[in-house]
C-alpha cells in the first residue's frame, strides 16, 4: 500500500472514532458553558457566582460589550452559533466543529511531522494522534480545546513554512514570491487562534525563542510585522472589549483580571483557578495523564526520551538544533500547563506533541536496528509491531468513548476520562422533554430577573404563536441533585430560550406558603411534571404531594432508571 493511501485510511479511521456516535454522552463537563452561551451569543449561564456584565448593565447594555465573553474571547462560541442554527439545538451541532477539527488535526500532524523529521514520522505521529484516547476525547466535546489544538498545529506548520528559504525553479533563479503567502496566513491564523482561547498565546514565546535561537534576520522582514499586525486587528474586539471593561467597571475581563492580579467585586469566586499550589499541581498532573491517556501511549511517549538522549552522546549540537522546535513546544505547554492548571481539557494539548515524539522513537528504532536485524526480516516484524499498536489504541478509544459504558479495568482497558461524558441520563431526560414540549407554545410564564430574560422569553413565546403551536399550561418542578452542567443545557436551556416555566421544589413549596396552597391553579396550570432525580429521598411534604400519582421512569444507556417524572 502506498504512503498516500495508508494516510487516506488513517484519516478515515479518526474520522469514524470523532463521528461514530457523536451525540452520546451526557452533556456535563464545560462544553455546556460554551453551547448554552453560544446557542443565543447571550453572555449569560446562571453562574451566581460569576456573573457577567450582561447582568451588571441588564437593560442599558453599551454595544461593546457584543464583541466578546467575559471569560473568553468569542470565536468558539460564534462557531458554535451557526452549527446549532443550522443542525437545531442538539448534542450533535455543537460538537461537531470539535470533531471536524480534530480530523483537520490529524492531516496537520502529518504536515508538521513531515515537515520536520521525514514523511514517515509523519505518518506514524498521523497514525498515533488519529487513535490514542486523549485526542479522541477532546474532539467529541464541544470544548475549545480541539480548535486551540488545530489552530496551534496550523500555525506551526505555517511558521515553519514561511521561515523556508526561496526555492529555485527550472530555468530561472530563486523565485522569491515562493513562501510570501505564509506570513500573511500565518498572521490570520495568529490571530484566530487568540480569539479561541487565551491559551493560545502559548505560541508567542515558542515562536519568539526559535526566531532568537535560529532565525534572527526574521525580525528584519517587513512581512514578520505584517503578521504581527494582522493578527492584532483580527484580535481586535477583544481587546476593544477589555478597554471598554476597564475603562467601564475598572478591571479586564475574568481571565485577564485574574492574569494581572486583580480582584474584582464581581468575581470574589473564581471558579474554574482552585488549582492548588504549584506542588499540588505537580503531583497530581502525572495520575491525571494516566487517567486522560492509554498507559501504552503513555509508554511510547516516555521511551522517545530515548531517540533525544542516544543521537545528543554523537552530534549534540545538531540534535539540539533539529528537535529545538519540538522542545521548545513541550517544555512551553509544560509550563503553562502548570500554571493554569492540569485539568484534562489542558492536558490534552500535549498529545500531539507527544504523539510525534513517539513517532520519531518508533522510526529512530526502525531506521537505526533494521541492518542489524535485518536476518530476521525486521521491516515485516515492525510492521506488525505498529499494527499491535494501531489495534490497541483504536479498541481503547472505542471502549472508553464509543461505547456507552467502558469495559475492563482501570487504566488497563477502561479510563476514568469517559467520566467527562458519561451516560447518566441526561440525554434521555432531555429526549423526554423535547417530545412532549415539541409544537407547543408556554401558556403561563414566570417573570425572569433581567430584562435580556425577558426579551428572550417575549421572543420564544412570539415565535411560538407565529407558527401556530397551541398554548400549553404545564409547570415543571425539579427535585433532589442535578449535575449543574447536565442541567444547564437539559432543563434550563427550556427555560431560558424557550420560556417554559421550570422551578425548584423549594420555590414551589415557598410559592405555596407565600400565595396559598391553591396558587397555581389559579394562575392556569393544568399540566405538572414533578422531576425526581435518582436515588433522591422524598420529603414526607413531597411524598404526600406525589402519592398515587402517574410515574415515567427515565432510564439511562445501561436500564438503570435515571429520574422519575411524576405528572398529573
Do not use: C
Not at 126 to 154: A, P
Not at 223 to 248: D, R
Not at 253 to 276: C, H, M, R, T
Not at 489 to 516: C, M, V
Request: glycine share 6%; no cysteine.
Amino acid at each position: 500500500m502506498s504512503k498516500r493511501n495508508i494516510l487516506i485510511l488513517i484519516l478515515i479511521v479518526s474520522a469514524a472514532l470523532r463521528l461514530i456516535s457523536l451525540s452520546s454522552g451526557d452533556t456535563i463537563n464545560d462544553e455546556v458553558f460554551m453551547s448554552f452561551r453560544g446557542l443565543g451569543m447571550i453572555d449569560f449561564d446562571e453562574a451566581s457566582a460569576q456573573t457577567t456584565p450582561l447582568e451588571w448593565w441588564d437593560g442599558n447594555i453599551p454595544w461593546w460589550m457584543h464583541l466578546s465573553f467575559h471569560d473568553h474571547p468569542p470565536l468558539v462560541f460564534f462557531v458554535q452559533h451557526i452549527f446549532m442554527k443550522i443542525l437545531g439545538e442538539n448534542n450533535f451541532a455543537f460538537r461537531l466543529p470539535s470533531a471536524l477539527l480534530g480530523i483537520a488535526s490529524i492531516y496537520l500532524i502529518y504536515l508538521l511531522g513531515a515537515l520536520l523529521y521525514s514523511e514517515n514520522v509523519g505518518l506514524i505521529a498521523t497514525t498515533l494522534l488519529g487513535t490514542t484516547l486523549n485526542n479522541v476525547y477532546i474532539s467529541r466535546v464541544g470544548m475549545q480545546e480541539s480548535y486551540v489544538i488545530f489552530f496551534i498545529l496550523l500555525a506551526s506548520y505555517l511558521f515553519l513554512k514561511s521561515l523556508e528559504a526561496p526555492t529555485p525553479e527550472k530555468g530561472r533563479g530563486p523565485d522569491q514570491s515562493v513562501g510570501k503567502k505564509y506570513p500573511l496566513w500565518l498572521g490570520m491564523v495568529l490571530g484566530l487562534a487568540f480569539l479561541v482561547k487565551y491559551t493560545s498565546f502559548i505560541l508567542v514565546p515558542i515562536f519568539l525563542v526559535y526566531l532568537t535561537l535560529f532565525k534572527r534576520d526574521y525580525f528584519l522582514n517587513k512581512k514578520f510585522w505584517l503578521a504581527i499586525t494582522l493578527s492584532i486587528i483580527i484580535f481586535s474586539p477583544v481587546i476593544i472589549y477589555n478597554v471598554m471593561l476597564y475603562k467601564t467597571a475598572g478591571h479586564f475581563d475574568f481571565q485577564f483580571s485574574y492574569l494581572f492580579g486583580q480582584n474584582p467585586k464581581e468575581w470574589q469566586v473564581a471558579p474554574g483557578k482552585e488549582i492548588g499550589t504549584l506542588k499540588d499541581r505537580i503531583f497530581v498532573s502525572i495520575p491525571r495523564m494516566i487517567s486522560s491517556n492509554s498507559w501504552l501511549f503513555l509508554l511510547l511517549s516516555a521511551f522517545s526520551i530515548l531517540a533525544f538522549i542516544f543521537p545528543l552522546f554523537n552530534n549534540p549540537k545538531e540534535t539540539i538544533k533539529k528537535h529545538s522546535f519540538l522542545v521548545a513546544y513541550l517544555i512551553f505547554l509544560i509550563l503553562l500547563i502548570l500554571k493554569i492548571g492540569p485539568s484534562y481539557r489542558f492536558l490534552t494539548m500535549l498529545t500531539p506533541f507527544l504523539a510525534l515524539s513517539a513517532a520519531i522513537f518508533l522510526n529512530y528504532i526502525y531506521q537505526n536496528y533494521s541492518n542489524v536485524l535485518k536476518n530476521i526480516r525486521i521491516s515485516k516484524m515492525y510492521l506488525i509491531i505498529l499494527s499491535i499498536i494501531l489495534a490497541f489504541e483504536i479498541f481503547y478509544s472505542i471502549n472508553n468513548q464509543i461505547a456507552d459504558y467502558p469495559a475492563g479495568p482501570t487504566p488497563w482497558l477502561a479510563s476514568k476520562v469517559r467520566f467527562e461524558n458519561y451516560n447518566w441520563g441526561y440525554n434521555e431526560l432531555g429526549d423526554f422533554f423535547e417530545k412532549e414540549l415539541a409544537d407547543k407554545v408556554p401558556a403561563l410564564t414566570f417573570n425572569p430577573k433581567y430584562k435580556f430574560l425577558d426579551d428572550l422569553r417575549n421572543s420564544a413565546i412570539e415565535k411560538g404563536v407565529a407558527s401556530g403551536y397551541p398554548p400549553y399550561p404545564a409547570l415543571i418542578v425539579l427535585a433532589g441533585n442535578f449535575d449543574k452542567g447536565a442541567k444547564l443545557w437539559t432543563l434550563d436551556r427550556l427555560h431560558i430560550y424557550h420560556a417554559w416555566p421550570i422551578i425548584s421544589i423549594e420555590t414551589y413549596f415557598q410559592f405555596l406558603k407565600e400565595n396559598g396552597f391553591d396558587y397555581y391553579g389559579r394562575m392556569g396550570f393544568k399540566k405538572y411534571y414533578f422531576v425526581v432525580s435518582a436515588n433522591s429521598a422524598l420529603t414526607p411534604e413531597l411524598n404526600k404531594l406525589l402519592e398515587n400519582k402517574y410515574i415515567i421512569p427515565i432510564y439511562n444507556k445501561r436500564g438503570d432508571e435515571a429520574f422519575k417524572i411524576y405528572t398529573f
